[in-house]
Nanobody, 127 residues
């Protein structure tokens, strides 16, 4: 069983930056493929970014490409989402997710592939 706890959300002005962190329990964090998703009330949860076990494969939603960066620190059992040049449309609850992948280079953009989820952290970008 893996527990994920997000932190780092908050209120920021448009153009600003935030770094989200997601700390995982357990000793097998390094074997999980990781992802970040976001959700606005009344809408479906959207894919944001994904990272492979190997750490050398990343995928981003078109809406965040070039602005957001996903990374992992296996020594700290933590996955990060660095968010730069934030826009009001980035406002959402952000969730981290983890799953055992098929291959070490696998990344997953669909939420149903992920087995473990955090509780979410609110990000609000003001105009």
């Amino acid at each position: 069983q893996v527990q994920l706890v997000e932190s780092g959300g908050g209120l920021v002005q448009a153009g600003g930056s935030l770094r989200l962190s997601c700390a995982a329990s357990g000793r097998t964090f390094s074997s999980y493929a990781l992802g970040w998703f976001r959700q606005v009330p009344g809408k479906e949860r959207d894919f944001v970014a994904a990272l492979s076990v190997s750490g050398d494969t990343t995928v981003y939603a078109d809406s965040v490409k070039g602005r957001f960066t996903i990374s992992r620190d296996n020594a700290k059992n933590t996955v990060y989402l660095q968010m730069n040049s934030l826009k009001p449309e980035d406002t959402a609850v952000y969730y981290c997710a983890a799953t055992v992948p098929l291959y070490i280079s696998s990344t997953y953009t669909r939420d149903h592939y992920y087995r473990y989820w955090g509780q979410g952290t609110q990000v609000t970008v003001s105009s």
